[in-house]
């Protein structure tokens, strides 16, 4: 570990970035037999299509170098939607901060309890509010988070790519990220050494979660109304499988927050070249679910 | 911890508090319901209860044994569903093929399940979840993605669906049955006591020369095949398979398992806790049912505040005794 931080190692390289890789090929590949695959208007679909997947995802990745997992965030989606909704008529100044610290509180009581029982709640409190029902609003400030663009490309993704380098930069280069994997990698030792593991601890499920309360934002300001029970249903899943599928090994250890965002480009690649050849919606859960398992099969056995 | 030590005798005090917490839990809530509402004490609502409840139930009960054993299930709710779409389609042929059917096609899951976990060693909750997605591809690509209702060979599914022995509903003997197999396994055969080995340290079970391989795959099929029964009891009793069904039933079971007392870091628990734990959710959700002046929606909120003080008092007894 203290070695490789001196000298480089390729094959280590080549094996932590061979997500990279896959992706090459699943776009070459597409871009051979997929028609009208390899146009710009496509490239954009799919990065929208990714924001909410990266945002939790990126979080995500730092919980499960942890060693943890936040199972709460698609919850945290749907309050937030609420949240939005209800907020509106304090204007957007408050929409954003409160939504965001709504998240980050969340993700306290996730650091310390257990994102099981917020999965429970965090929803059932989302549908209290709302009565289960979708609510409609319009809101120019919302409707450009939802639509609008910087410079020619969709704002979200713009966001995204800033927030996910900030991730990654975080979880490379910080103290914070440094303590992430070593408390990740071996608990035990980590507290031998002094390291602050329950501060580091909710400090990463807040960050998940405030990520998570982000995406609930972008996704109700896409949409244009809130949906406490169907929104981020079945999202953590996702964004396991893109850490997972992107490098960060599930035992802890290890944050490869750009590793995650490009397994969730990948995932979702496979996902729109069967659609787009007309191949049902279904197929592309099994693909899912093979990739999922070769990507983890393949990691086991590198690390033994 | 050994293998040796019966725990049913000698049980620790956290033990005890855990058992009764649940156990106190239920009672409140049950006192409330009675207070909230007076048919909620009556047989017929009692009874009702246990009838909605026992796919949970039966679901809860393989799930137990799995987290036991260190693992955890998250395609329970997709082999549900593909069971119960599994059982319709053989219905025409009988009532029997169409369980047994249903039953091993579950089996078979869970083994492959097991197989996945044991021998690639992969992580229960990655290879559990990839089974989720596949089977909820797999089943909406065989069937189409709606209700498959049950035509031929009805009869005979929703006679068996709505029976009713000495004035118990049929779900819950069956229940009954299962989880009195499953205790006995569990407490007082070589198979179940080496559940608890493997989930409380697998590299000492594997030291002590425990088969930690065939008991995993062994657990994951149990689950997988209840999984498959609790399908067949959830097509006789809406009389269809819905193909879409079973979304978050893992998440239920999981918290009837961690309400019922068992560590969801294996090695401790038990099936009496679990049936409380299901109990307790199904009372909860009927409460709110009959109440008109209540959101149904808080249950859930209610529940998953049950849930983490269950988990915190758990896991604060766990680490006083360590």
Same mark, same amino acid.
């Given at each position: 570990m203290i070695a490789s931080l001196f000298k480089f190692d390729w094959r280590d390289f080549a094996a932590r970035n061979v997500i990279f890789l896959v992706l090459l090929a699943v776009v070459a590949a597409n871009a051979a037999l997929?028609? /009208?695959?390899?146009t710009l208007r496509n490239v954009e679909i799919t990065l929208i299509q990714i924001v909410f997947v990266a945002l939790v995802g990126a979080g995500m990745t730092l919980v499960i170098a942890l060693g943890g997992i936040d199972l709460s965030v698609g919850a945290v989606m749907g309050l937030v939607s609420v949240a939005v909704v209800h907020l509106l008529p304090y204007g957007f100044g408050v929409v954003l901060p409160v939504c965001l610290l709504i998240g980050f509180a969340i993700g306290l009581c996730n650091g310390l309890l257990v994102t099981l029982a917020s999965v429970i709640w965090v929803r059932g409190l989302a549908q209290v509010i709302s009565g289960g029902r979708k609510e409609y609003f319009q809101d120019p400030t919302l409707q450009f988070i939802g639509l609008g663009r910087v410079a020619g490309l969709p704002l979200q993704v713009v966001v995204t790519v800033v927030i996910v380098a900030i991730a990654a930069f975080v979880a490379r280069r910080s103290l914070f990220g440094r303590r992430l994997a070593a408390i990740g990698g071996n608990r035990s030792a980590a507290r031998l050494a002094g390291l602050p593991i329950a501060a580091t601890t909710i400090a990463a499920y807040a960050a998940c979660s405030t990520l998570a309360a982000l995406a609930g934002v972008f996704v109700t300001a896409r949409v244009g109304s809130s949906d406490p029970t169907n929104f981020g249903v079945l999202i953590e899943l996702d964004a396991i499988a893109a850490a997972v599928v992107g490098?960060?090994?599930?035992?802890?250890? $290890?944050? /490869?927050v750009v590793g995650t965002v490009v397994g969730a480009l990948m995932l979702q690649l496979v996902t729109a070249a069967m659609i787009m050849n007309n191949i049902s919606f279904q197929y592309s859960l099994i693909a899912k679910a093979a990739i999922i398992l070769l990507a983890v099969y393949l990691q086991g056995r590198r690390r033994t | 911890m050994s293998v040796d030590a019966p725990r049913r005798m000698t049980a620790p005090s956290g033990d005890f508090v855990r058992r009764a917490g649940v156990a106190a839990a239920l009672i409140v809530v049950l006192a409330i319901g009675a207070w909230r509402s007076p =048919?909620?004490?009556?047989l017929e609502n009692v009874l009702n209860v246990f009838r909605q409840n026992a796919v949970l139930a039966l679901i809860a009960v393989g799930m137990t044994m799995v987290i036991i054993a260190g693992g955890i299930d998250l395609s329970v709710g997709s082999v549900m569903t593909l069971c119960s779409v599994v059982a319709v389609k053989l219905a025409p042929y009988g009532f029997a093929p169409a369980a047994l059917g249903a039953l091993l096609v579950g089996a078979a899951i869970g083994f492959g399940n097991g197989l996945i976990i044991a021998?690639? $060693?992969?992580?229960p909750f990655i290879a559990t979840l990839a089974s989720l997605l596949a089977l909820r591809g797999v089943t909406i690509a065989a069937f189409g993605e709606e209700t498959v209702p049950l035509n031929m060979g009805r009869a005979a599914f929703t006679l068996f669906g709505r029976a009713v022995w000495l004035g118990v509903p049929v779900q819950v003997p069956i229940v009954v049955v299962v989880a009195a197999i499953a205790m006995f396994v569990l407490g007082h055969t070589r198979f179940g006591r080496s559940i608890y080995a493997v989930g409380g340290n697998e590299d000492s079970a594997r030291m002590l020369g425990l088969r930690v391989e065939r008991i995993k795959i062994a657990v994951y099929t149990i689950s997988g095949a209840l999984s498959g029964l609790a399908g067949v009891l959830f097509a006789a009793r809406v009389a269809a398979g819905i193909t /879409?069904?079973?979304?978050?039933l893992e998440l239920d079971a999981i918290t009837a398992v961690a309400l019922g007392?068992?560590?969801?870091?294996?090695?401790v628990g038990g099936v009496t806790g679990t049936l409380a734990g299901v109990a307790l959710i199904g009372f909860l959700f009927n409460i709110f049912n009959l =109440?008109?002046?209540?959101?149904?929606?808080l249950q859930k909120v209610v529940r998953g505040l049950l849930l983490t003080l269950v988990v915190v008092i758990q896991s604060s007894l766990n680490t006083r005794r360590r």
């Open positions: 997929t028609p /009208n695959f390899a490098g960060t090994a599930l035992a802890g250890g $290890r944050a /490869n | =048919d909620f004490l009556a021998k690639l $060693r992969i992580a /879409n069904y079973g979304l978050g007392g068992t560590l969801l870091a294996g090695g =109440d008109a002046t209540l959101s149904p929606f």
